[in-house]
């Protein structure tokens, strides 16, 4: 094992993360990804350390996350093209909004969450997290509240 200390930056708020999706948003062959014969949610990764990680996520019409959280990983996202909603478990209740190119999202550790593209076409969609995401957990629903699954 290395005993080299990483350099850089080795934590972001959401804004950051917000701004780190957005750089990445920012190159014009992105949508060259989208492979318009997919029948399920696909994702590049596009950078990837201990303490960030940068995806590409496709979306064809009608896909969603399914409700998951994502441990104890901070993260957000912009929406390049496609309509989604977001719901989101927060207080006791489901919180939703619609989210439309140019829209953004950020979202602290803890955060629990369903992703649905809900437009009639390919959805695009760049994602950054820190630290990185190692675990994420998914939900069922259980007498109107969210449940962890046991994987
Ligand atoms: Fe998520």
New binding site residues.
């Given amino acids: 094992m290395s005993t080299t200390p990483s350099v850089g930056i080795r934590s972001f708020t959401r804004d950051q993360l917000i701004r780190m999706a957005q750089l990445f948003a920012g190159d014009p062959d992105l949508t060259r990804l989208i492979d318009t014969t997919a029948t399920e949610r696909t994702r590049h990764e596009l950078a990837s350390t201990p303490h960030l990680e940068v995806w590409v996520m496709t979306w064809p019409p009608g896909v969603s ?1 399914g409700w ?1 959280d ?1 441990g104890d990983v901070a ?1 957000a996202y912009v929406v390049l093209s496609g309509a989604f909603r977001e719901s989101a478990w927060s207080g006791g209740a489901v919180h939703s909004r619609e989210l439309s190119a140019g829209d953004e999202r950020s979202f602290a550790a803890g955060h629990l ?1 369903d ?1 649905a593209n809900v437009g009639d076409g390919f959805g695009l969609t760049i994602h950054a997290y820190s630290p990185a995401l190692t675990q ?1 957990t998914p939900y069922e629903w259980v007498d109107g509240k969210p449940v962890p699954i046991a994987l």
């Fill in positions: 996350t998951h994502h993260g969450h992703l994420m």
